[in-house]
Nanobody, 125 residues
Framework: VQLQASGGGLVQAGGSLRLSCAGSGLTLDKYAMGWFRRYPGKEREYVAVISGRGEVTVYEGSVKGRFTISRDNAKNTVSLQMNSLKLEDTAVYLC???????????????????WGQGTLVTVSS
């Protein structure tokens, strides 16, 4: 099983980035998917999660209205559109898959079984 995140980079505050996560070795529609981020020296925290069929999404308060999580199960991918980026969004972003895609997607780290390697997002002033 592999989750490959891409799309990170350097962007000015107020700009946009789109992260993508491609899954291999698993059928993503059976998994809730999540984007998490990690600040230096800190534990991962959830950013946005989405249920297996995409009918339920949950956003962390600071990104609500700015970020959008989506999935394309036919392509085995999950994306995170990030708009109006702020300096405090600078972090390593990781995608994760948690088995059991139906129902309300969990925001807890331990609910996720597989993790990608992360992609760095740097927002500059």
């Amino acid at each position: 099983v592999q989750l490959q995140a891409s799309g990170g980079g350097l962007v000015q505050a107020g700009g946009s980035l789109r992260l993508s996560c491609a899954g291999s070795g698993l059928t993503l529609d059976k998994y809730a998917m999540g984007w998490f981020r990690r600040y230096p020296g800190k534990e991962r925290e959830y950013v946005a999660v989405i249920s297996g069929r995409g009918e339920v999404t949950v956003y962390e308060g600071s990104v609500k209205g700015r970020f959008t999580i989506s999935r394309d199960n036919a392509k085995n991918t999950v994306s995170l559109q990030m708009n109006s980026l702020k300096l405090e969004d600078t972090a390593v972003y990781l995608c994760a898959a948690g088995f059991g895609g139906s129902g309300y997607p969990s925001t807890r780290l331990r609910a996720y079984d597989y993790w990608g390697q992360g992609t760095l997002v740097t927002v500059s002033s």
